[in-house]
């Protein structure tokens, strides 16, 4: 900027760094298609493994595509927004993070030749918004078909096309039947409203030793505790349960509490005191009877003893999370005082309390519920690895499930339905006028790249067969051919049995767009801060240098 004399004003502080223009727009496409060819040899059933070393020398291994953006760490400002997308792609729908990726860093990688031919990225974010709104569209009405929920082989074969990209894929039958199982508990359905808490009430409990093949579903919940005395009932038919949210011992003065004695019987008198109190908690719980005792809170040696004179298992120190499970799976109300127990308090759904010793543990098995709304996964497996990468696939089974019993609408998986659109798109952008047609084109160009690196990774000729698959899409009709995963040959995805659920695919589509175009508007990058220094005077920050910016 120069002032009216002539000589420069300056605005930004002397050490920071300026990128604007031309260049940033091509460092971010860059920075997006990196990202997007990490985790690139993560899509369909032929995927392969990444193995990550974190700082403290843990191991991740895992084509989870959110699990390996997560443990990386970048440097580039338009990187980390691609990181941050697969993680909303996790949160919203657990699944199709590494797709999500992927297609954002295509959709980014064709815009590039047009903002080479000095094409306003104003422009090519109009397309883009056409584009991603036909897309919506032609997803809902045309490539979609409902699904019936009772219709149980079918909603197997939608989790089996999720489980088959994964890890987990050698088991499918046992991760499918468990994902169901486990999303069908814990669904609640009331006046028209459908809640399903995967995160809360499906909790996975993970134990090393055993075959995979042991996992199961276990209707009821497993804690990882044994009764607090060892001469306590470990094995009770129909327990009747209390759960608490309160300690079971003496309170402590809150603050420095002083008490001055004077007599040697007060100091007696003190002790019976907090005797009595116990006592008086104790016996309103032994009032209504229960065979065993959750609380949150400790439990101390004398409430131990009353209460195994009664014949009252006690578990303490429970989770939280595990305290609501257990309530919800038992029908028990979690009570935070011992006076207000009633008898509708306790929880008599479970058929049998037992505590098993696996491996060097001993866990408690509160099991055969009725019509329990909460439910402990159980995993078996040889390595602590393997039952994370397990249960990191069962997961995205659960998504999947969750997201069929929302929103029961299929699309064919394979890569048929990105070929589909595609084909779609290119036949509509005949209708635009002027030079928008040629972005919206782009994106129809770009989805391919999901079929295409299908095929990749199946190692076969990707040439060939995409442009023999180019051809099949041309003819109506053959709307669901894709890719088949496990040979690399065209197939017809109703004959594959090979499904995914809309949410997926449209959220998908929505956050690849969405970034593309975050991050073609992009125009100017200002990097380097100023801190105080000692003596009160703005230091240089520690500069990016150019390697830095460009990983």
């Known amino acids: 900027m120069m002032s009216q004399s002539g000589a420069p004003i300056l605005v930004l502080n002397a050490n920071t760094k300026r990128k604007f223009g031309h260049k940033v727009q091509l460092e971010n496409i860059a920075a997006g298609k990196a990202i997007a060819d990490v985790v690139r040899t993560c899509i369909g059933p032929r995927a392969m493994l990444k193995m990550l070393m974190d700082p403290m020398g843990g191991i991740v291994m895992t084509n989870d595509g959110n ?5 990386i760490t970048v440097q580039h400002p338009a990187a980390k927004s691609f990181i941050e997308i697969a993680r ?20 980014l990688g064709v815009a590039e030749q047009f903002l080479e031919q000095k094409l306003h990225p104003t422009v090519i974010i109009r397309a883009y918004r056409q584009a991603l709104e036909d897309m919506l569209n032609f997803l809902d009405k045309e490539y979609s078909m409902p699904l019936s929920l009772d219709d149980e082989p079918k909603l197997i074969e939608v989790i089996k096309s999720c489980v088959g990209t994964k890890f987990i894929g050698r088991w499918s039958d046992l991760a499918c039947s468990i994902a169901l199982n486990a999303v069908k508990t814990v669904s609640i359905r009331d006046e028209g409203r459908t809640e399903i808490d995967i995160k809360r009430y499906a909790k ?36 009747r349960i209390i759960l608490l949210d309160c300690s079971l011992e003496f309170k402590k003065g809150e603050s420095q509490t002083e008490v001055e004695i004077v007599k040697e019987t007060d100091f007696t008198r003190l002790l019976q005191i907090e005797e009595e109190y116990i006592q008086q908690i104790c016996s309103d719980i032994i009032a209504l009877k229960p065979d065993l005792v959750c609380t949150e809170k400790g439990v101390s040696d004398l409430a131990q003893h009353f209460l195994l004179k009664a014949n009252i298992s006690v578990l303490r120190r429970l989770r939280k999370s595990d305290n609501n499970r257990v309530a919800r799976a038992c029908n028990a109300t979690i009570v935070t005082r011992t006076d207000e127990l009633r008898e509708s308090h306790v929880g008599t759904g479970a058929g049998q309390f037992e505590i098993k010793k696996i491996g060097d543990e001993y866990f408690t098995f509160i099991t055969e519920c009725v019509n329990p709304k909460a439910c402990t996964i159980l995993l078996r497996g040889p390595s602590k690895d393997i039952l994370n990468e397990v249960e990191r696939n069962l997961q995205d089974a659960l998504h999947v499930a969750k997201n069929i019993m929302l929103n029961p609408k299929l699309v064919s998986g394979g890569g048929s339905i990105e070929m589909a659109i595609s084909q779609s798109l290119v036949k509509k952008s005949a209708e635009i006028a002027g030079v928008t047609q040629w972005p919206y084109k782009a994106v129809a160009q770009a989805l391919e790249v999901i079929p295409r690196t299908l095929l990749q990774n199946c190692g076969v000729s990707t040439i060939r067969t995409m442009t023999s698959l180019r051809a099949k899409h041309a003819v109506s009709g053959n709307e669901s051919w894709g890719i088949n995963g496990e040979t690399g040959e065209m197939a017809d995805m109703r004959d594959l049995k090979v499904w995914e659920p809309i949410v997926v695919k449209s959220q998908v589509y929505k956050t690849a767009i969405e970034t593309a175009i975050l991050l073609v508007r992009i125009d100017d990058i200002v990097s380097g801060t100023k801190k105080k220094g000692d003596d009160g005077q703005p230091k240089a920050a520690a500069q990016p240098t150019e390697e830095s910016m460009k990983e």
């Not at 699990?67 to 443990?71: F, K, P, S």
């Not at 075959?211 to 327990?239: C, Y």
């Open 88 to 107: 909303t792609q996790d949160e919203e729908v657990g699944d199709g993070t590494t797709s999500v990726v992927v297609l954002a860093g295509e959709i």
């Open 204 to 239: 996975v409990e993970k134990v090393p030793g055993g075959a995979i093949e042991d996992s199961q579903v276990l209707n009821g919940i497993m804690l990882n505790k044994d009764v607090t005395h060892p001469k306590m009932r470990r094995f009770i038919k129909n327990p």
């Open 67 to 71: 699990a390996i953006l997560r443990e």
